[in-house]
């Protein structure tokens, strides 16, 4: 199953490898080289599948959870100022992706959105420490009546150009559902309040929608 981000991009990519590959066998004649363009053709086609692919995920929805809202390995664990929406001290953990990771962005938390907005910027390298800061980036603010308020927010890295925001506010959201996608090799910071049991640990790998970032205590 794929995302519906890369409905297009998959289409092109399909009649790019058909022109592609009927060209290679009409204009080169050495086999050994014909196989290895073919190869390397469908090589890059299928990287491409992999990037839009969008896998069913059944997690158990619990509003005492912050699950993860991407899949890829848990990079950052520590207490920040976040002064965008918040203005004050959370626990940041972020999550890198590789372009091998799939990029569906999940809601980490059930509840009604309370805030959403997109900030244009660089293209730093997703691990870059100033990233969250000066990347391109949308942060969104989930509210429920358990975990209170929970940002997190979508950057881009280096290869990525551009991120969707589902997001809306007001909406009323479900936990693990889609809320957006990032296009290539990205990061995901999660805020949470002072108080939260984190779950994870450093260069954990995590699952989006499935895997437990946080409890309430």
């Known amino acids: 199953m794929f995302h519906k981000e890369g409905h297009k991009i998959v289409m092109i990519s ?13 204009f080169v004649t050495l086999a050994w080289l014909r196989t290895t363009l073919m190869l390397v053709v469908l090589a890059f086609f299928i990287i491409i599948l992999q ?7 059944i997690g158990t929805l619990h509003d ?16 920040v100022f976040e002064n965008e929406f918040f203005k004050d001290k959370r626990i940041q953990v972020s999550v890198f992706m590789s372009p091998i990771n799939v990029h569906v ?5 059930g509840g009604k959105v309370v805030y959403s907005k ?22 969104v603010v989930v509210e429920n009546e358990t975990f209170g308020q929970v940002l997190y927010r979508q950057i881009a890295g280096a290869l990525a150009k551009r991120i969707v925001n589902y997001a809306q506010v007001d909406n009323h959201v479900i936990q693990g559902k889609d809320s ?10 999660l805020f949470l309040p002072l108080d939260s049991d984190i779950k994870v640990e450093l260069n954990q790998k995590v ?3 499935i895997t437990v970032i946080a409890e309430t205590k």
């Open 207 to 209: 699952k989006g929608g």
């Open 105 to 109: 962005t999940r809601y980490p938390i």
């Open 180 to 189: 957006g996608f990032i296009k290539f090799g990205s990061r995901v910071d």
């Open 64 to 79: 005492h959870h912050v699950l993860s809202p991407v899949d890829g390995k848990v990079v950052v664990i520590e207490e």
């Open 118 to 139: 997109y900030h244009p910027g660089k293209y730093l390298v997703a691990w870059h420490p100033k990233a969250s800061e000066e990347n391109e980036r949308t942060t």
């Open 14 to 26: 399909i009649a790019l490898v058909v022109i592609a590959i009927m060209s290679i066998d009409y």
């Open 51 to 57: 990037f839009f692919r969008n896998p069913k995920r």
